[in-house]
């Protein structure tokens, strides 16, 4: 699973009605987070590398916390 905003009419609550935007991926982060019984930032990091190895990104590439 990798997290995007591919679909610009499809926004997140509390934002249904606007165009989509990438700033809104922490609403499908915590809603995928809530489904699966997890922390959202489990699912960031499984997300964070899934995305890395889908598009052959060094995990050495991943930003500063």
Same mark, same amino acid.
């Given at each position: 699973i990798v997290l995007e905003t591919d679909a610009p009419y499809l926004a997140p609550e509390p934002y249904r009605g606007r165009r989509n935007s990438s700033?809104?991926? !922490?609403?499908? +982060?915590? @809603?995928?987070?809530?489904?699966?019984d997890t922390a959202p930032e489990e699912v960031e990091r499984i !997300?964070?590398?899934?995305?890395? +190895?889908?598009?052959?990104? *060094?995990?050495?590439? @991943? *930003? @500063?916390?």
């Open positions: 700033y809104y991926l !922490t609403y499908v +982060r915590d @809603a995928l987070a809530q489904i699966k !997300t964070w590398e899934n995305a890395h +190895r889908l598009y052959r990104i *060094p995990l050495s590439d @991943a *930003p @500063a916390e």
